[in-house]
């Protein structure tokens, strides 16, 4: 049995592998053994050819998420072991990879009608009959969330519908009705797999999102963005009633893991720096944007802020600003919510010189700072693993200059609650053992909170000064 984890702004969960049947020769005899065994290896490697009739790169991931948090970083080892390819009968025309731990994906190869009443794309050429359903979101491990995808068919028969709306152009399938309004996951289960499948599969070509669970609200909030990756119009999979014709349809997304984007894995080598320029491109058309229009005398630093009773609050911020100001900083306290506008925060973010921030989905708005700008994740007590995975290795991967405040036991509220050498403040990973229970995780992520020591912090706030001087110095804004 393997298991996964669960992360707030990050989530894993552990997940049980299939079993294989083996099947027993009890009375065969030693040469009908070794035919039967050469047969079972070549008919291993034909299968592993079908596998490639599909253009999709394989990829290792890890996971995240069971609202909002950690859940258990060990036995990662299991994901390395992708599933069995899903036979295609009529592999020409309908293909399906399914070989991948966190998502599968789905080809119509040649022209396709779309019933969105029934979400079903049929074959528009005759064909054998044959039908394969999917579930476009990239977290199939996770059975939570995945009940609530919605299953996309595609059917070879019986006859393709009457086709009402015409497009010249391939149609790309996705769902976002996992973990919507999390912050966090639009990126790392959408956006990114989203960069990676169109660079995949569809590099310089127009085609057509067709996106199920998209309410109006989360339409307008990423508008800016959707329309980087297609000037067509959207297809709201479980809005609309007319027949849609495709030249072809791919059902699906890819995914390469937490935050990352595989160079190795793109047949095209694009790596998170070029999905860091798509964001530019969408809300910024390849401008920096100084908030005064001014040069700055003094470096911008956005002090992220969190509230209310999701833990990892700042309990001494005001104290926390009035230090960074005494050391040079112009600060703005940044406390983003639903209906924060993308295209004001990107050029708030944008024009900052650093960014400083606890652990949380906010600090995804990280992928708005330019390369080369400081941005410090402060660390809770346990959360070490989650921090590098949900942050540090994106803020890295895009070029920023990233730094940890990793909190000390005297930091923590949980301090106030358990003795100094209880085993939760002195060891944190013995105390939530290997499969991070719902009770350690509520502990280190929804009750704890952090107040720094401003001596500390002012110490180490000098480095943070100094590297974001450096930087606008260099006459970035």
């Not at 592993?48 to 996971?63: A, E, Y």
């Not at 080598?269 to 530019?280: A, C, E, N, P, Y």
């Not at 100094?420 to 290997?434: E, L, M, Q, S, Y």
């Not at 995780?441 to 000098?462: A, G, H, P, S």
Request: hydrophobic fraction near 40%; include cysteine; proline fraction near 5%.
């Amino acid at each position: 049995m393997g298991k996964m984890v669960a992360i707030e702004g990050c989530q894993d969960k552990y997940i049980s592998r299939g079993s294989m049947k083996r099947n027993n020769l009890a009375s065969a005899s030693m040469v009908t053994a070794c035919f039967v065994f050469i047969v079972f290896v070549f008919a291993l490697e034909s299968n592993l050819s079908i596998v490639s009739k599909i253009n999709v790169s394989r990829s290792i991931t890890h996971q995240d998420k069971k609202r909002l948090e950690l859940k258990s970083a060990s036995k990662w080892g299991s994901l390395l072991l992708p599933q069995g390819p899903s036979p295609n009968p009529q592999g020409s025309q309908i293909s399906c990879d399914r070989s991948h731990q966190n998502y599968d994906i789905c080809s119509v190869n040649g022209p396709t009608t779309l019933d969105p009443t029934t979400s079903t794309f049929f074959l528009v050429d005759p064909a054998p009959a044959l039908a394969e359903k999917i579930r476009p979101y990239p977290r199939k491990w996770e059975n939570y969330v995945m009940q609530r995808i919605e299953e996309v068919t595609i059917s070879s028969g019986p006859s393709s519908p009457k086709c009402e709306v015409q497009h010249n152009v391939p149609a790309l399938v996705f769902s976002v009705g996992g973990y919507t309004g999390n912050f966090w996951h639009e990126f790392n289960d959408g956006f990114i797999p989203l960069f990676i499948t169109v660079h995949s599969i569809f590099p310089n070509q127009e085609i057509v999102l067709v996106i199920d669970k998209a309410r109006g609200w989360w339409i307008s909030k990423y508008a800016d963005l959707l329309h980087a990756f297609s000037k067509q119009p959207i297809i709201l999979l479980d809005n609309d009633t007319a027949t849609h014709c495709f030249t072809s349809a791919t059902i699906g997304l890819i995914s390469h893991g937490f935050m990352t984007v595989d160079p190795t894995l793109m047949p095209n080598s694009k790596t998170f720096v070029h999905f860091r320029g798509l964001l530019d491109e969408a809300y910024s058309h390849g401008r920096i944007r100084n908030r005064n229009n001014s040069p700055s005398t003094r470096p911008r630093l956005m002090l992220m802020s969190r509230r209310g009773g999701l833990g990892r609050v700042i309990l001494n911020q005001v104290e926390v600003k009035r230090v960074a100001e005494d050391m040079g900083f112009e600060v703005t306290v940044f406390e983003p919510t639903a209906k924060t506008s993308l295209r004001q925060a990107y050029a708030l973010i944008n024009s900052s010189h650093a960014m400083f921030g606890v652990h949380g989905a906010a600090l995804t708005h990280s992928l708005f700072l330019r390369p080369g700008s400081v941005f410090v994740q402060v660390v809770p007590l346990g959360l070490e693993w989650v921090a590098e995975v949900c942050f540090g290795t994106s803020a890295k991967a895009m070029g920023l200059d990233y730094m940890e405040y990793k909190i000390n036991a005297e930091e923590s509220s949980l301090i106030e609650k358990y003795n100094k050498n209880d085993t939760v403040i002195k060891d944190p990973v013995a105390f939530r053992g290997k499969d991070w229970p719902d009770a350690a995780m509520n502990i280190y992520l929804k009750e704890q909170n952090v107040k720094l020591d401003l001596f500390r912090f002012r110490e180490y706030l000098k480095k943070v000064y100094k590297k974001a001087k450096r930087f606008m110095d260099k006459g970035e804004g």
